[in-house]
């Protein structure tokens, strides 16, 4: 079984045991996370798609860790001027596990 889930404004296709870096959350480790915001709740038989929302559907999640991603670097120049500016960013995330997709 499968889930097409919205965190955060952004789309997950998550099943059970996945493991997905979600934005981050204010949530502890270890601490257990319900999403209701479920667009599509599939299967190899059936599929149901929600107008917006899948009613009474919900997935289940457990908040394994947070960490940050690979740096970017931002880089900027213009030519003739002696402008040259380097950065770096590092996006912050949250590590969850998928436990159970309710319908």
Do not use: C
């Not at 919900?58 to 740096?71: F, L, Q």
């Not at 380097?86 to 319908?103: C, F, L, M």
């Amino acid at each position: 079984m499968y889930a097409v889930v919205q965190i955060a404004g952004k789309q997950y296709r998550v099943s059970q045991n996945d493991t997905i870096q979600v934005p981050t959350l204010d949530e502890k480790e270890g601490t257990n996370v319900k999403f209701d915001r479920v667009l599509l709740v599939g299967n190899e038989k059936q599929i149901t798609v929600g107008h917006p929302l899948v009613s009474g559907a919900n997935v289940e999640a457990t908040v394994v860790g947070v960490g940050k991603s690979d740096k970017v670097m931002i880089l900027k120049k213009k030519k003739r001027k002696g402008y040259r500016l380097r950065r770096g960013h590092r996006q912050a995330y949250t590590e969850v596990k998928i436990t159970n997709i309710a319908i």
